[in-house]
């Protein structure tokens, strides 16, 4: 049931990046955006370490936005197609000025473990599901085109016995648009 899941999640990703839609544009219309896509990684490492997986990990990335609001699903399995965590963001863009971004969100999220339970005295494998619920907030302010400072604030409510509350900050700086060579620019 988990590998069919996958793989109807992995042909929509497929179709979903690898089609565009153009039409004719209007000033009054309403901005929307709608994209995915599939990342491959070997090691599995996620934002909050206590929940990295340590090993080949797929991710499916989607996201779908009207105006300021959006809605970003970020789903991820092993490569032995077991799933191990599942976010599903709702997120929004607060503040949009020509220096300062600030976008806060919310997830319902679930975390998956395998584990060994003992049931008439046989030893099984099954997977046990954990559950959260998180809430972000991101400001980011541009110093100049190639600089700019940021933080994140990710807190977290676990609903299981294992992790009730997680406090996670990061500070981070990136430098967009540096010119390698005429028409070439890379980001940090």
């Known amino acids: 049931m988990i590998r069919q899941a996958m793989y109807i999640i992995i042909l929509v990703c497929i179709f979903l990046t690898c089609t565009h839609i153009t039409g004719q544009t209007d000033s009054n219309a309403v901005s929307s955006h709608f994209s995915g896509k599939i990342l491959a990684t070997n090691n599995g490492i996620s934002l909050v370490p206590s929940f990295s997986l340590d090993k080949p990990a797929l991710l499916f990335n989607l996201a779908l936005g009207?105006?300021?609001?959006?809605?970003?699903?970020?789903?991820?399995?092993?490569?032995?197609?077991?799933?191990?965590?599942?976010?599903?963001?709702?997120?929004?863009k607060a503040v949009q000025k020509n220096k300062l971004d600030l976008r806060v969100g919310m997830h319902p999220g679930y975390n998956f473990r395998t584990i060994s339970v003992v049931s008439y005295e046989k030893t099984k494998d099954v997977i046990e599901t954990r559950r959260f619920l998180a809430f972000e907030i991101a400001p980011?302010?541009?110093?100049?085109?190639?600089?700019?400072?940021?933080?994140?604030?990710?807190?977290?409510?676990?609903f299981d016995d294992s992790q009730k509350y997680t406090h996670f900050v990061t500070l981070n700086t990136s430098f967009p648009n540096i010119k390698v060579l005429p028409g070439i620019q890379v980001g940090l």
């Open 66 to 92: 009207k105006r300021r609001l959006s809605f970003d699903p970020d789903i991820r399995f092993s490569l032995e197609g077991k799933p191990w965590s599942m976010l599903f963001w709702f997120r929004y």
């Open 140 to 158: 980011n302010y541009r110093i100049s085109d190639k600089i700019k400072v940021g933080a994140y604030y990710l807190f977290s409510l676990g």
